[in-house]
C-alpha cells in the first residue's frame, strides 16, 4: 500500500520473487479483459474513462 509513486508493484513483485510466491496484479488481469474486447471489458473501459465503479459479479449475477 502507498501513494501514487511509490513502487507498489515493483515491491510487491520483489516481495514475490523473494518468497518464491505468485504476484496477481489487479491492474493487469483489468487491462487483460479490456483488451479482449468483451462485455466485461467494454464495461471495464467505460468506467475507467469516467472514473465510476462499473457493476459488481451481484449484478450480473454471478452470486444468489
Known sequence: MG???SSRKEN???LAEYF???CI???DLLK???SKKSEYGK???DS???YKYG???YDHGYYS
Open 25 to 27: 496484479s489487479i491492474g
Open 12 to 14: 510487491a513483485l520483489a
Open 55 to 57: 457493476k459488481s459479479f
Open 3 to 5: 501513494p501514487p509513486g
Open 32 to 34: 487483460k479483459e479490456v
Open 48 to 50: 475507467l474513462k469516467t
Open 20 to 22: 518464491n510466491w505468485t
Open 43 to 45: 464495461a471495464i473501459s
